[in-house]
């Protein structure tokens, strides 16, 4: 059994209004047939289909303020209501009241203790470790998480070589930001046959994107429709590649903010929970999932994780 967790930074279950909500914009065929011709937007959930799940999930936590994504991402990771346990929600980056759950008591530990093999699938560049090493930029909640368990961060060789995918799954920002012209370049349906082969490789592999949470932040609609659009054939040549009798590939967020883009700020909204496989692994997997706690306890259940 294998689960391919996808990481979309900042996406929620928005209204289906073009005028704010991309989701509600953008041209997303793919994902919008395996929804039954439905936009991925609250109106939408819950929905069960052939091969797709969709289900709310709370990210407040019954925590004041709005959500944020060190804790969040380090509840999706753990199961543990970080921030009822705090009395706050905290972000960006985990501070060390957060980093103290993420070494040990996360799915990239227990994986590893289980003795099976997992991976983050995204290569960091040359100036991401200098950052890191100078102590000019900090780990965020994911590959803090995978540090600790013990397991690399995938490196530009690893990416030159076919062992990880770019942030923005086709390469082309290492090409026009960081002008490595001789980087790898994919297109947006071969990126997603590429993170099906990468994912088939572990037992539990993650892909974060996080450009979606700066495009809410930035409020810049026509950035999210692209990357909505990108993204939608990243998924069918995912789902064209992966194997659903090996396993289920989840897709869900630490919190709300590209689905609203009249503001800049995080939004409490319910985010997406996607499941895409096999429709009995679906639903052993939802079980008893409300909130973003619920998660993590149920790729343990479904890995056999649990000692």
Do not use: C
Not at 178 to 199: C, Q, V, Y
Not at 252 to 259: A, F, K, L, Q, V
Not at 287 to 298: E, F, Q, V, Y
């Amino acid at each position: 059994m294998k689960l391919l967790f996808l990481f979309l930074d900042g996406i929620g279950l928005g209204e289906n209004n073009s005028e704010k909500n991309p989701f509600a914009r953008a041209k997303m065929p793919y994902l919008n047939s395996l929804l039954g011709g439905q936009n991925l937007v609250g109106e939408s959930a819950p929905f069960e289909g052939d091969r797709a799940t969709l289900l709310p999930v709370d990210p407040n936590l019954g925590v004041s303020g709005l959500p944020q994504s060190a804790t969040g991402q380090s509840v999706l990771l753990t199961g543990i209501n970080i921030p009822a346990e705090l009395g706050y929600h905290y972000g960006p980056k985990p501070n060390p009241d957060v980093a103290q759950y993420l070494d040990g008591k996360t799915v990239f530990a227990k994986t590893v203790k289980a003795g099976k093999k997992a991976a983050l699938l995204n290569a960091y560049p040359p100036r991401y470790f200098d950052g890191i090493e100078s102590g000019k930029r900090l780990y965020s909640a994911i590959p803090q998480a995978v540090t600790n368990a013990g397991l690399p961060l995938f490196t530009q060789d690893d990416y030159y070589a076919g062992n990880a995918l770019s942030a923005d799954f086709t390469g082309k920002g290492w090409r026009e930001f960081m002008k490595l012209d001789d980087s790898p370049l994919f297109g947006s349906e071969e990126a997603g046959t590429k993170l099906a082969e990468l994912a088939s490789r572990y037992d539990f592999s993650f892909f974060e994107y996080w450009a979606s949470d700066y495009a809410g932040h930035k409020q810049d609609m026509d950035w999210a429709v692209r990357q909505l659009e990108t993204f939608d054939n990243v998924l069918k040549g995912l789902l064209e590649t992966w194997r659903d009798e090996d396993g289920l590939i989840l897709l869900t967020s630490d919190h709300g903010n590209m689905e609203d883009l009249s503001t800049r700020r995080h939004t409490s909204a319910n985010v997406p929970l996607l499941l895409f496989g096999d429709l009995n692994k679906r639903r052993e997997f939802q079980k008893d999932i409300r909130d973003l706690t619920g998660i993590a306890p149920a790729i343990e259940r479904i890995l056999d994780l649990r000692f």
